[in-house]
């Protein structure tokens, strides 16, 4: 065996604990950059490692725990829009007043997008998507999330006011194939997830259906 | 069939500040985070501190997670635990008996995650036993390093026993588990 091979597996369980230090750290990381076979062996011990933690106790958080941690990362909701607004105003003035109105009517999502897209640059952009759901008349009711991976996850999130009667989820892939969602069923707080059997790339749209098909609430991915 | 979201579902959603997914997810963590952190800082405010600011480094760098390199619980617990070590040495916390923390893990208490692809739960007993029969040198060392984030050389320091023992208790004691593990699978 190549000795700087031996050298590194004997500390291949003190590495996987991440209690190597200095000189030594350095020669062993730089030497698993480039031997698959050793890296196989520390990933073992990092099996065990991660297992370890694991086996802790689990512990009730203090009440109020939760609500705490997500008023901290949060934003706070958006105040509502005024539904009618009335301009009377130049031509030049109205149509900067509409852009700046289109830019505060999609400003939560643009936020949105931007904070996805931070995540999806680090991630190399294949693992989250999140999509629009609407309604009748291009109305926002909720948000489909999509996970690209092993397998490939949607949840989708309909907005009380729209989520009832619902009962059939469909994709339509780009070839125009569509695929029923069984697991589909709403919760009481309007959400459903699980696996689907395509990659999320080659979805064209989610569509959501009452069971005659009445109402439908479409997420176009790629949007 | 109802199928709950994956971790890995939840965590996309906690990134992107959705309301909904984003109580689920720390719904689903809370207890595991915060367990961790009590069984090394001890103190409930503090570790309360820890588990905080947990979720909050996993909104802020969501975009490190990645699935190739480990589970979601799994990479959350790794921050705990190094959150927790970083507290008990800024605060200068009195050093918990490596004893006590071998105690509490081999005691059977889990909820397992929805889609856990980890151990199962008597895989993980077995784990539990294996820990157990350990001589308590090699458990005390692996402890110390697993979950009080100790070196060799600080362990060495602390039992006044040469450093090459303790790699080789610790060593000798992960290749146990390890073995272990593989016969599970």
């Keep these: 065996m190549d000795p700087r091979c031996q050298e590194t597996r004997e500390m291949a369980a003190n590495l996987a604990l991440g209690i190597v230090e200095g000189e030594e750290r350095g020669r062993a990381l730089q030497h698993l950059a480039e031997c698959p076979e050793c890296r196989a062996e520390v990933e073992k011990f990092s099996d065990v490692a991660d297992e370890l933690l694991l086996l802790a106790p689990h512990r009730e958080a203090p009440v109020g725990f939760e609500s705490r941690v997500l008023n901290e990362l949060l934003p706070p909701p958006q105040p509502k829009r005024r539904r009618r607004l009335r301009l009377v105003l130049a031509p030049a003035a109205a149509a900067l007043a509409a852009a700046a109105i289109v830019l505060a009517i999609v400003s939560p999502d643009l936020r949105l997008a931007s904070h996805y897209r931070h995540t999806l640059d680090q991630a190399n952009g294949r693992e989250f998507e999140s999509y629009a759901l609407r309604g009748p008349g291009d109305t926002h009711v909720g948000t489909v999330f999509s996970y690209e991976g092993s397998p490939s996850w949607v949840h989708i999130d309909v907005d009380p006011g729209a989520s009832s009667g619902l009962t059939q989820a469909k994709l339509v892939t780009d070839d125009g194939s569509q695929v029923p969602l069984r697991w589909f069923h709403l919760d009481p707080a309007g959400g459903s997830g699980g696996s689907i059997p395509v990659d999320p790339h080659h979805v064209s749209v989610l569509r959501l259906s009452g069971a005659s098909g009445s109402r439908t609430l479409i997420a176009k991915f790629g949007d | ?185």
Excluded: C
Aim: net charge negative; aromatic share 4%; hydrophobic share 40%.
């Design chain 2, 1 to 185: 069939m109802d199928v709950d979201p994956s971790d890995e579902a939840l965590l996309a959603g906690f990134a992107t500040g959705h309301p909904r997914t984003a109580a689920a997810f720390v719904r689903r963590f809370q207890g595991r985070v915060y367990g961790l952190a009590m069984t090394i800082v001890r103190q409930p405010p503090i570790a309360e501190e820890v588990a905080q600011e947990t979720f909050a480094r996993v909104y802020r760098h969501a975009g490190n997670y990645d699935a190739r390199k480990g589970r979601v619980s799994t990479w959350l617990l790794s921050i705990a635990r190094n959150l927790a070590i970083d507290q008990t040495r800024m605060k200068r916390l009195d050093p918990v008996d490596p004893e006590v923390i071998a105690a509490e893990i081999s005691i059977e208490n889990q909820v397992p995650g929805a889609d856990e692809v980890g151990l199962q739960p008597d895989e993980r007993d077995q784990l539990r036993s294996a820990i157990t029969d350990l001589p308590d040198d090699q458990r005390r060392a692996l402890v110390l390093s697993a979950y009080m984030g100790r070196t060799a050389r600080e362990i060495s320091d602390l039992d006044d026993v040469p450093l090459g023992t303790v790699k080789t208790r610790i060593r000798t004691a992960m290749i146990k588990l390890r073995d272990e593990l593989e016969v599970l699978e």
